[in-house]
């Protein structure tokens, strides 16, 4: 990943400069001066060079530790668009820096559009391509780095600016000026060789560049032969000596392939299995609970053992994509494959950890109200009053996330900005309590007592993803928060005020949290007492006023 983060940076200041090709040459050139002037010093030289190797090797011995090669759609694509990348670089890397260090030719733009839209056309299209694959390949690794991360919602619209708009300016200004170039060359027969005698670009040298850029794109390719040999032939050998079978709760043994991880063996057999990070043990969506034959796997290496430690999983749970299996066992996946997750549109709700503000509303004496009016009545009543709720969710940018017969389930904060998301819940609360008094004055002739509600508001980690039946699924949360802001709304009740919040709440939205409202109560599920305050509408009004001065 910080190999990729190097290698990333240099691409986009290179093509930064390049894409200034759409005002002139010289501006571009100018660019590309002060880009290079960076990465040509001596420290920073050695830092892509060794990232390049680095990042180069890694990449190559994941792919030849791999038993299988069934891997997700992006990832595939990132894989095939990475070995891509040497096979079109080589022309590029001989013309610009071995044919400088062994004959001294120079490579300014002119020269390089001359080489490309006159000399030899059919290059331009490999450039073109270069440009396209080196920049794809960063942005799929960028892409499902970031989704994993909390930043993604609020970052996401940018990378994919960037991610569309570089690589377009770069094409246009590229071709736009390559075609100044060849419009120049034919009209002044002497041009092109002026400029290639400038830089030494002798016959001899251009013949010299043709036969080593061949001959390295024929190393490449052979490279690849051998390399893409041994996981072959591997392969073929290892699923004729299968060391057992997995065991899963929902369909017949699954073969193991000797050597492969938990997950390439699923995949081998297609049985679909979810890993959001493609299998690098950064998120733990591939975790499963192994029922027997877990004494036979190897301990958990120190990617594993965090990630694990992060979700406090218990004995038993192992990450698909660490455990190679030597024999037999069982194992229950613990998260739904992706065939079934159902489809959002905010990636990261997939089943990602975020830091969010959970709201729990419940409608107290719903009982009485039904005790006392006929079935349709009741419906009338509360779907006004969940109407008018849910209408104060949105003004605020609440998310309805559940509903629990007199009550409601609300997240803040999907956005990405934790601050506003804990506001924005404050502010709902107290839309809320002016709706209900709204609702209490127009059906005074309706209700024998008025409407009342209880509030909690808690902040903290929680699992958010699409849940529930296939034919049903709502953006919902799990998790200790979620359990947390359920007791606070039943602590309504005890401590006689319509909103309970969290210190952790007040924090989030940088607000006070002294005052005599402030109380520590036991939580059933805590070890530790949870500090909240007991607010009614007037008191959290003046604690939010408060901010705003």
């Not at 390559?178 to 060359?185: E, P, S, T």
């Not at 400029?195 to 670009?201: D, G, I, P, Y």
């Not at 796997?297 to 992060?310: F, G, I, S, V």
Request: aromatic fraction near 4%; charged fraction near 15%.
């Amino acid at each position: 990943m910080l190999t990729g983060f190097v290698l990333l940076a240099f691409v986009t200041g290179h093509l930064g400069a390049h894409a200034l090709l759409t005002l002139s040459l010289d501006v571009s050139s100018q660019g590309l001066r002060a880009v290079m002037s960076v990465w040509q010093a001596p420290l920073m030289l050695a830092l892509l060079g060794v990232s390049a190797v680095i990042h180069a090797s890694l990449s190559i011995a994941t792919l030849l530790r791999r038993r299988d090669l069934h891997l997700p759609s992006w990832h595939m694509l990132q894989t095939i668009l990475g070995l891509t990348i040497p096979l079109l670089l080589a022309g590029h890397v001989v013309m610009n820096r071995v044919m400088y260090e062994i004959a001294g030719t120079g490579t300014n733009y002119s020269v390089i559009l001359l080489s490309h839209f006159v000399e030899r056309p059919f290059t331009a299209v490999v450039q073109a391509a270069l440009v396209i694959v080196v920049w794809a390949h960063g942005m799929i690794g960028l892409w499902h780095w970031l989704k994993q991360t909390r930043a993604f919602e609020a970052t996401k619209h940018i990378v994919l600016t960037i991610g569309i708009g570089l690589p377009a300016l770069v094409l246009a200004g590229f071709i736009g000026r390559g075609l100044d170039i060849r419009a120049q060359a034919l009209a002044d027969p002497d041009f092109a060789a002026t400029v290639l005698m400038r830089a030494k670009w002798t016959p001899d040298a251009t013949a010299l560049f043709s036969q080593l850029a061949a001959n390295t794109t024929f190393g490449i390719l052979a490279a690849y032969l051998v390399l893409a040999a041994v996981p072959v032939t591997r392969s073929w050998v290892m699923r004729r000596a299968s060391p057992g079978a997995i065991a899963l709760p929902d369909r017949g043994p699954v073969p193991l392939i000797a050597g492969a991880t938990l997950l390439e063996s699923l995949r081998a057999a297609r049985v679909p299995h979810t890993s959001i990070c493609g299998g690098r043990a950064r998120c733990t969506t591939c975790r499963v609970l192994v029922a027997h034959g877990g004494d036979d796997l190897a301990m958990p290496n120190t990617l594993e053992q965090a990630a694990l430690d992060r979700i406090n999983a218990p004995a038993g749970v192992r990450l698909a994509c660490q455990i190679r299996p030597r024999m037999s066992l069982a194992a229950t996946p613990l998260v739904p494959a992706k065939s079934v997750l159902g489809k959002s549109d905010r990636p990261a709700l997939a089943g990602q950890e975020t830091d969010l503000t959970v709201m729990f509303i419940d409608l107290r004496g719903s009982t009485r109200l039904a005790e006392k009016r006929l079935p349709y009545d009741v419906l009338f009543l509360l779907n006004r009053f969940f109407a008018e709720m849910v209408a104060a969710l949105n003004g605020q940018r609440g998310h309805y996330a559940n509903f629990t017969g007199d009550g409601l389930m609300a997240l803040f904060g999907l956005s990405g900005n934790r601050e506003r998301g804990a506001r924005d819940a404050l502010h709902a609360a107290i839309d809320m309590l002016d709706r209900v008094d709204a609702l209490n004055r127009d059906m005074t002739q309706t209700l024998d007592e008025p409407l009342t509600i209880g509030i909690g508001i808690h902040s903290g980690l929680v699992i958010v993803g699409e849940m529930g039946p296939p034919e049903a699924r709502l953006v919902s949360a799990i998790g200790d928060t979620v359990n947390t802001t359920a007791r606070l709304e039943s602590l309504s009740k005890d401590l006689g005020q319509a909103i309970i919040v969290s210190t952790e709440t007040l924090e989030a939205a940088n607000l006070p949290v002294g005052g005599a409202s402030r109380h520590l109560v036991d939580v059933r599920g805590r070890t530790e007492p949870l500090a909240v305050h007991a607010l009614g509408h007037a008191e959290l009004a003046a604690v939010l006023r408060t901010s705003r001065k």
